[in-house]
Structures are given as structure tokens and as C-alpha cells.
């Protein structure tokens, strides 16, 4: 990835735990390493294809003398995903921020925190069977839209499928979902939560019927065996209404543990079941995408 540096870049701000800081400021220093993709820019000579080193420095310089925060962890936290989200070409920062006239009676040249921070790329797994199917999804897919902290949500078409796990149980319409994201795993799974809440999902029965359904399939490379946040979700491999539409949307994606790609997967499955049955899983309903 192509960057864009800026080094020590002087702002007069008023961070600290002690009263004196806050109430006089101080100098701080920050360094800034933006990871964009510079080569549109590069070949057609146009400013506009780039991101603008002058006006960052300039929202750096006006954030950290608007806000106050006890801690540079707390500013140089802020400040990155204030980055992110007002320069769009920015994929990630490397931030650092410096407090060289830090309060600390002993000698010392500086002190600093170090923070990256970026979109990842998250793929979701979307399905309800419960009232008016289409409109849970449109749901779902709206309260994703609205979160200032992500943004490129592109769906799959919707396909019908029998229900899975032996819960018996009307059939579900069901998609997936690519995404970027600022939030950290578990943040977006609390917030996933949040949105099958609000649209009256109750947590009754395993595998059984819901409003709707929201699961983190992929979070790029991110890997965890926790039970309450397990990513990649564990039995993609053997469900066909996720790979089916995963596939309409990331075929050569690599799954992170076993390194199988999702159409490798889904071709597996089909195998195994047999493509008849296969096929009626994974019918297209008329109704198309989101």
C-alpha cells in the first residue's frame, strides 16, 4: 500500500489528567502515515485523486485544539478514526502523538502513543422467516447504512432456503453482506445484536425462527475460537444458503484457517449433498436483491 507522511506536526492543545494542562496547553508533536492507493492520482498528475496532505494537517490541527481528553491514548484514538472517516481515500493510519512537555519530574525526550487504525472488510450473513421476510431484511441492511462507521455495504440477491438444524419452522430468506467497517470485532457484534433487537428478535430456541438473523462470516484475516465471538463462523463449510450468496459476492475469498476459497467450499458441499438437493436449498426467489 502507497503512503502519505507527515512528521511532527507542532499543535498547541490542552490534553492531561492535571487542571494546569487543560487550563494552559501545551506542545504536542504528531506523526501520520496514510495508506492510500496513490497511483490514480500518480499517472493523471490531479490532486483530486489524492488525498490532501495540507488539509489533513489542517483537521489535525483543528480537532486536537476543539477536543480535550485526559489521556493522548483517548486523543490519538479519536483523531485516527476522525481521519478515516473524513478522508475517504485513507484505507488505514499509523498515527502517532507526541507529549514531549508530558509533567514527568526526571529527564526524558518524549513521550508518545502509537496507534493503526483502518477499514476492514467484513462479510455478514443476513436471513429472516418470521412476518414480512423482505422487509426485515431491507431492515437490516438500512441500520448497517446508517452506522457513521461503516460504509461500501453492497448485498447479494436473496435466495430461499429450507430451514437448517431440524427446528421445524417456515423458510427463511437469506444473503449476504460486504461491508467495511471502523468497528472492532466484538463492537460489531454488539451492534448486529443492537439491530436484530430492534427488529423484535427473541433468542428462544437454537436454530429456530427469528425476525432477523445477522452473523459475522469473514472479518478480513481476523480469527477467534471464543464462543461468544467465533470468526469465520464455524459451520459456513456445511451451509449452503450461506455460500451460495457469499460466492455471488466474494467467490475467491480465502478462508483464513483452512485456506479454501468460498466457490471451493460451496463446490465441496455441493458434492457431498448432491447437486439436486443442493439446488433446491439454494432457489432464487423472484424477489431478487435488496
Not at 127 to 132: A, E, K, L
Not at 175 to 187: H, I, K, N, R, Y
Request: proline share 6%.
Amino acid at each position: 500500500m502507497d503512503q502519505i507522511k507527515i512528521e511532527n506536526l507542532e499543535v498547541y492543545a490542552a490534553h492531561g489528567v492535571f487542571q494546569e494542562e487543560t487550563r494552559e496547553g501545551q506542545m504536542f508533536l504528531v506523526d501520520v502515515i496514510l495508506n492510500t492507493d496513490l497511483r490514480p492520482a500518480g499517472i493523471a498528475d490531479e490532486l483530486t485523486l489524492s488525498t490532501h496532505y495540507g488539509e489533513v494537517c489542517q483537521a489535525i490541527n483543528v480537532y486536537l485544539r476543539e477536543h480535550t481528553f485526559q489521556l493522548i491514548e483517548a486523543a490519538a484514538e479519536h483523531l485516527a478514526e476522525e481521519l478515516l472517516m473524513q478522508f475517504p481515500l485513507v484505507d488505514s493510519v499509523v498515527l502517532e502523538l507526541k507529549k514531549p512537555h508530558a509533567p514527568i519530574k526526571l529527564p526524558f525526550s518524549n513521550v508518545s502513543v502509537r496507534i493503526e487504525r483502518g477499514w476492514k472488510k467484513v462479510y455478514l450473513g443476513i436471513g429472516s422467516n418470521m412476518g414480512d421476510r423482505r422487509k426485515f431484511l431491507e431492515q437490516g441492511i438500512s441500520g448497517l447504512k446508517e452506522n457513521a462507521r461503516i460504509r461500501k455495504v453492497k448485498c447479494s440477491e436473496v435466495i430461499e432456503t429450507k430451514p437448517y438444524g431440524g427446528v421445524e419452522q417456515e423458510n427463511f430468506y437469506n444473503a449476504a453482506v460486504e461491508l467495511q467497517t471502523l468497528l472492532p470485532p466484538g463492537e460489531l457484534l454488539s451492534f448486529l445484536h443492537q439491530l436484530e433487537a430492534k427488529a423484535g428478535r427473541e433468542r428462544k430456541v437454537h436454530w429456530g425462527p427469528r425476525t432477523l438473523d445477522l452473523d459475522i462470516l469473514f472479518y478480513q484475516d481476523f480469527v477467534s475460537g471464543d464462543p461468544v465471538l467465533t470468526v469465520p463462523h464455524p459451520d459456513m463449510a456445511n451451509r449452503a444458503f450461506v455460500l451460495e450468496p457469499l460466492n455471488e459476492l466474494c467467490p475467491w475469498y480465502l478462508h483464513p484457517v483452512t485456506g479454501k476459497s468460498v466457490r471451493q467450499m460451496l463446490e465441496e458441499l455441493k458434492k457431498q449433498c448432491g447437486s439436486e438437493e443442493e439446488s433446491e436449498k439454494g432457489k432464487k426467489t423472484p424477489s431478487g436483491q435488496l
